[in-house]
């Protein structure tokens, strides 16, 4: 199996394990590969991903898919639009030997020392390569208001870079 870890740095030979958040020993973080078109986004774009669990009810299913025919969504905000259309990413893969996981709704798994990669590829054109996933990307001015429904649901979800999200249209 192949993990994943996204940059918009080209060039990075060697991960180091490192502390993030709260966190209390460092780690390198990568992600598995249904969990990596959640990360086809600038770094600092905050994004919403749900996707139905065996456990979702079927009204949440509705309320999130029901004019879609995908089970899968990742909603940006429209301030970010253009810097999705424009941008472009590093794809860096490893080997999975390396590494164990870390939270397995999220796809995410670590290392606690460094790590190389075995690859790297550009991603151009994030918004067609989202789409080839068969994720449909929403635009809306503000996560906000999606933020309430989604936590009161039964969906699965993953916010992403939420401290980047307009907060100006609360409801």
């Known amino acids: 199996m192949k993990l994943f870890h996204f940059s918009e740095n080209p060039d990075i030979k060697i991960f180091n394990p490192r502390t993030i958040y709260d966190q209390t020993d460092a780690k390198v973080w990568t992600i598995d590969k249904y969990h990596a078109p959640h990360y086809y986004f600038p770094r600092d774009c905050p ?9 979702t009810k079927e009204q949440d299913i509705t309320r999130f898919f029901g004019m879609s025919q995908v089970n899968r969504m990742i909603a940006i905000e429209t301030d970010w639009y253009d810097r999705v259309r424009k941008g472009s990413i590093y794809r860096y893969v490893f080997d999975s030997a390396d590494f164990e996981l870390e939270e397995e709704n999220a ?6 020392r460094p790590v190389m990669p075995i690859d790297v ?50 409801t």
Do not use: Q
């Not at 796809?107 to 606690?112: H, I, L, Q």
């Open 107 to 112: 796809g995410y798994y670590v290392a606690r």
């Open 121 to 170: 590829e550009r991603i151009d054109d994030l918004v067609t390569a989202i789409l080839n996933e068969g994720i449909e990307l929403r635009i809306t001015p503000s996560l906000m208001p999606m933020i309430k429904h989604v936590l009161e649901s039964t969906i699965n979800f993953s916010m992403i870079r939420m401290r980047n999200a307009n907060r100006s249209n609360r």
């Open 47 to 55: 994004r919403v991903c749900v996707w139905p669990k065996e456990d």
